[in-house]
């Protein structure tokens, strides 16, 4: 059924292309009227793509107001700066006013400083206070997610009074599930929900059914623990308030998923070696210099440590020289401390990242992978011995040499793979630059070394 959807929405891409191409945008308009909000910005995504931001601008401006307003929420920031590069000042001051504030903070923080400066004139004096405000929280924080629309309410006000407000104010709100009661100093006093209202009577007072029992953030959590306070406890709106517990707003599921997605990009660029510090450009909308000064770096450090790798195998030159067979089972030896450290390494860090390990479990993990290794290692050595006296028809020395430096570097990479994201977030690094690049560099450091100093001793090759 879905893939069924999926042509058939591709179906509806080509056919408003046809009319854009053929400049029958009145068509265009009418058939992307039909389409949620969310796939018009898809689609729209697209025309740029295939046919120019010029285009885009003119289906943009051909919508109706409040549609424009939330399919310019769900484009992408370069979009959102192309259509406002081709629209009025009074269109942009319309599509600024409605958007909601979250989103309306998003879009000013990429605007350009004139673009702002208008804005902000135009905005009310108080608007443009709480604006300011909210700009000048650290990016990646809660306060740079956070929204001031939500539902507040007073301990003495009862459960009509409630209903009423929620009625009144409602529609600005960014979630009316979930109420926030305040004292007169805007201090936090307890959340109470839209379902507790419901079945309320209308006389009874807040304060009697009214939660103290609640989960907050402070403003200036990090954005990941954000996440993973919305991972734990499943909320769809989260309280936040500053250091004297005054709420300043909250945050809601939806601007969480951005952030699960861009930290879970960040791990993944940062387990391949990648520092990306394009934002949430995409990878054909990144230069290829931008890719180039991305990746630089990491392969810099790498190449420092394979010349390591290097001196230590030129270290052995007269070992390699004399049983010239050792060299071909070099490779096997660094491949599999590569990839059993990076299997480790991949775990601890999806762990850390979820809370299911801590610090304190160090202790916890070594052990573990300790036994792991002495099981996979003697299991992999035992099938490479057979291999190598079976089919390579080589000495049991040889066999010795290299299953027993299979079953050392297997141990070292299972703990250095376990415990070395641990030391980084100890010492305040992100746990996922530990990940395949670094592991895979000291476990061939420990592999060469491990294997040629071991063919050294068992087969009495001085050095």
Known sequence: ?????????????????????????????????EQNEVDIAEILEEVTEELGVEATVIIFRMLPKDVSVEVFSYLPSEDQKAIISGITDKEISYIIEELHFDDKIDVIEELPANLV??????????????????????????????????????HDMTVGEA?????????????????????????????????ALVIN???????????????????????????DAFTKYGFLAMPVVDNEHRLVGIITVDDVLEVIEEETT???????????????MEYLDISVFGHCKSRLPWLLLLTVSLMITGVIIARFETVLEQVVVLTCY??????TGGNTGTQAATLIIRGLSLGDIEL???????????????????????????????????????????CL??????MFAKLIGGLLPMLAKRLGIDPALMASPMISSLTDMVACLTYLAMASMILGIAI
């Open 117 to 154: 400066t208008k804005i902000l004139a135009r905005a009310s004096k108080e608007e443009r206070k709480m604006i300011n405000t909210f700009l000048n929280y650290p990016e990646d924080t809660a306060g740079s997610l956070m929204t001031p629309e939500y539902i507040s309410l007073r």
């Open 266 to 280: 960040e791990d993944i660029e940062r387990m391949a070696g990648v520092l990306a510090d394009d934002g949430d």
């Open 163 to 195: 209903l009423a407000k929620i009625r009144k104010e409602g529609m600005d709100s960014e979630t009316v599930y979930t109420c926030y009661v305040k004292d007169p100093s805007r201090r936090l006093l307890g959340i109470v929900s839209l379902r």
């Open 360 to 402: 304190k479990d160090a202790l916890r993990v070594f052990w573990k992978e300790f036994r792991i290794s002495l099981i996979l290692g003697f299991i992999l050595s035992v099938f490479n011995f057979a291999k190598i006296m079976i089919i390579d028809r080589e000495s049991v020395a040889i066999a010795v040499t290299v």
């Open 1 to 33: 059924m879905k893939h069924e959807m999926s042509e058939a929405f591709e179906m509806i891409v080509n056919g408003i292309f046809e009319t854009i191409e053929a400049k029958r945008y009145v068509d265009a308009r009418e058939m992307l009227l």
């Open 201 to 227: 009577d209308d006389d009874k007072k807040i304060s009697e059914i009214m939660s103290d029992d609640y989960v907050y953030i402070n403003v200036y959590d990090d954005q990941e623990e954000v996440s």
């Open 330 to 335: 070099l490779p096997l030896l660094m491949g």
């Open 405 to 410: 430096s299979i079953l050392i570097v297997i």
